[in-house]
């Protein structure tokens, strides 16, 4: 993370600086070291939108403090709602780009699904990000403040009890910002202090990146796909090109789980392309002996795709035959599709309102 900007004497964005780089600026102000970490609790803990907010501090510390610093929240959030409760934030970045994220709620459980990168280079073929290409990375704090925004606009009982990094973006491919947002989220002291295991992160296979997974104690989903190497490579040409089906199957094998977790495979469901029963039978063939449990995804389709969205029956029947096989198999329901937030969706598509059909699957067995 950069400790200055760029423009000579525009002030610090404190959004921007990790716990040791914190230090380093308060000690420069001629501070205690335990202001670094009261500060750091005024961003994360409390949302904290301006240094006037930040009472604990001398009025004094507060206009020396806003003298060389700022709080780079983003501003001018849009939310959109969708029609079955799912939020999506767009929020409006430094250099004029957007990004996105999905806040979901789904029985006890409130999910929030944030970006990593604006745009993907991977472009999977059923993928709409991956139509806008890759535009940047997204910063660490870039990728904090999407909860913090979130966290703002929920209603006074709703608390994000999940988050996962299934927004726009390969996760893997931007894992240095990854890990430092994951650290502001986990850590106890002053940042949100949420447990490991409600943070999942998805990747598209970036295999030699798994092992930075495994240290953050995070949860790993994979995006598997497809069944061989010629429909993945047809699917997921980019991600193929860094791990093959087999090199990714064997790094999943080879992942260090404890005993009581388990990895998730993702699986979008493409009718006629990779729903039939004799797909599911390889699947379920190519995940025995891998702790796992596998999320179908029916696809969300988006104009200008030229796959279609499986029947509701394909989809089951595919559930089933992985389920008869002993595998865990779970539909994962289509959200806030009248928005474009739900998976696949998120990117450079104007909003219509109503004109998407909403063809949901409320079978999350
Ligand atoms: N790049 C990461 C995370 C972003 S995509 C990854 O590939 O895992 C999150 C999930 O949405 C992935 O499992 C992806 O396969 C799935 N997905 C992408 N486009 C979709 C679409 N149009 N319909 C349904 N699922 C889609």
Same mark, same amino acid.
């Given at each position: 993370?950069?400790?200055?900007?760029? *423009?000579?004497?525009?002030?610090?964005?404190?959004?921007?600086?990790?716990?040791?780089?914190?230090?380093?600026?308060?000690?420069?102000?001629?501070? +205690?070291?335990?202001?670094?970490?009261?500060?750091?609790? %005024?961003?994360?803990?409390?949302?904290?939108?301006?240094?006037?907010?930040?009472?604990?501090?001398?009025?004094?510390?507060?206009?020396?403090?806003?003298?060389?610093?700022?709080?780079?929240?983003?501003?001018?959030?849009?939310?959109?709602? #969708?029609?079955?409760?799912?939020?999506?934030?767009?929020? +409006?970045?430094?250099? =004029?780009?957007?990004?996105?994220?999905?806040?979901? +709620?789904?029985?006890?459980?409130?999910?929030?699904?944030?970006?990593?990168?604006?745009?993907?280079?991977?472009?999977?073929?059923?993928?709409?990000?991956?139509?806008?290409?890759?535009?940047?990375?997204?910063?660490?704090?870039?990728?904090?403040?999407?909860?913090?925004?979130?966290?703002?606009?929920?209603?006074?009982?709703?608390?994000?009890?999940?988050?996962?990094?299934? =927004?726009?973006?390969?996760?893997?491919?931007? /894992?240095?910002?990854?890990?430092?947002?994951?650290? $502001?989220?986990?850590?106890?002291? %002053?940042?949100?202090?949420? #447990?490991? !295991?409600?943070?999942?992160?998805?990747?598209?296979?970036?295999?030699?990146?798994?092992?930075?997974?495994?240290?953050?104690? &995070?949860?790993?989903? &994979?995006?598997?796909?497809?069944?061989?190497?010629?429909?993945?490579?047809?699917?997921?040409?980019?991600?193929?090109?860094?791990?093959?089906? @087999?090199?990714?199957?064997?790094?999943?094998?080879?992942?260090?789980?404890?005993?009581?977790?388990?990895?998730?495979?993702?699986?979008?469901?493409?009718? =006629?392309?990779?729903?039939?029963?004799?797909?599911?039978?390889?699947?379920?063939?190519?995940?025995?002996?891998?702790? $796992?449990?596998?999320?179908? *995804?029916?696809?969300?389709?988006? +104009?200008?795709? @030229?796959?279609? !969205?499986?029947?509701?029956?394909? /989809?089951?029947?595919?559930?089933?035959?992985?389920?008869?096989?002993? *595998?865990?198999?779970?539909?994962?329901?289509?959200?806030? @599709?009248?928005?474009?937030?739900? $998976?696949?969706?998120?990117?450079?598509?104007?909003?219509?309102?109503?004109?998407?059909?909403?063809?949901? *699957?409320? #079978?999350?067995?």
């Amino acid at each position: 993370m950069a400790t200055t900007s760029s *423009i000579p004497n525009a002030p610090i964005n404190l959004l921007a600086l990790t716990e040791p780089e914190m230090v380093t600026f308060t000690r420069a102000q001629g501070w +205690p070291d335990y202001r670094a970490t009261q500060i750091l609790r %005024w961003l994360y803990q409390r949302r904290a939108q301006t240094i006037a907010d930040m009472t604990d501090l001398s009025l004094r510390d507060r206009s020396t403090l806003a003298e060389s610093a700022r709080i780079g929240r983003a501003t001018g959030c849009t939310v959109l709602r #969708s029609q079955d409760g799912t939020r999506k934030l767009l929020l +409006p970045l430094d250099d =004029g780009l957007m990004i996105e994220a999905v806040l979901i +709620p789904d029985d006890e459980r409130l999910t929030l699904c944030v970006s990593t990168q604006v745009g993907c280079m991977l472009d999977c073929g059923f993928c709409l990000t991956g139509t806008m290409g890759l535009k940047r990375n997204l910063k660490a704090h870039e990728i904090v403040d999407q909860v913090l925004a979130a966290q703002d606009r929920l209603d006074a009982r709703e608390r994000v009890t999940n988050l996962v990094f299934m =927004g726009m973006g390969e996760p893997l491919a931007n /894992v240095d910002a990854l890990e430092t947002a994951v650290a $502001c989220f986990t850590n106890k002291s %002053w940042g949100l202090g949420w #447990s490991p !295991r409600r943070i999942t992160v998805s990747t598209a296979g970036l295999a030699s990146r798994l092992k930075r997974v495994a240290a953050l104690g &995070i949860n790993l989903a &994979i995006s598997l796909n497809a069944t061989t190497e010629t429909q993945r490579r047809d699917l997921m040409p980019a991600a193929n090109d860094l791990a093959s089906l @087999r090199s990714l199957l064997a790094a999943c094998r080879r992942y260090p789980l404890a005993l009581n977790r388990r990895l998730t495979f993702e699986y979008v469901l493409l009718a =006629g392309v990779n729903d039939l029963p004799s797909d599911a039978q390889r699947l379920a063939a190519l995940l025995r002996n891998i702790q $796992c449990k596998v999320n179908l *995804i029916p696809f969300n389709e988006f +104009p200008g795709s @030229r796959f279609r !969205r499986p029947l509701d029956r394909d /989809v089951l029947r595919f559930q089933a035959t992985l389920r008869h096989t002993g *595998i865990d198999a779970f539909v994962r329901k289509s959200r806030g @599709r009248d928005v474009l937030g739900a $998976c696949g969706q998120l990117g450079e598509q104007p909003v219509r309102p109503g004109s998407i059909a909403l063809t949901p *699957i409320e #079978s999350r067995c």
